[in-house]
């Protein structure tokens, strides 16, 4: 068990997920101290399981929309967000499918 505090956590998770998809300037916006602080994180926090990465990804998401409507985005990171999206709503409908045929 670690004592990474949860918002420690889900960056660190965060990263661990999408770390080689983030553009450069990602890290740049956040330098040198940020990033070692969450690179820190990201190796204290091992590998989420798949309930965590989708909780990970979907707040993420959900930010993500808050902030597209406040300001413009890029198209490669609108299709990044899109397409994560997507997945998300896949794998809840393929879980939603399986209690029905269990039920």
């Known amino acids: 068990m670690n004592n990474l505090s949860s918002r420690q956590n889900r960056a660190g998770s ?5 770390g080689e998809h983030l553009p450069p300037e990602v890290y740049r916006h ?3 101290e940020a990033t070692g602080k969450l690179l820190e994180t990201f190796h204290k926090t ?4 798949s309930k965590e990465e989708r909780e990970v990804l979907s707040s993420f998401l959900n930010s993500l929309g808050k902030i597209q409507k406040e300001a413009n985005i890029d198209p ?10 997507a997945l998300l709503r896949e794998e809840k409908e393929e879980r939603d499918l399986l209690q029905e045929l269990k039920q």
């Open 30 to 32: 956040l330098g040198p």
């Open 76 to 85: 490669e990171s609108l299709n990044l967000i899109l397409e994560l999206e």
């Open 14 to 18: 965060l990263l661990r997920i999408l």
């Open 46 to 49: 091992g590998k989420p399981d």
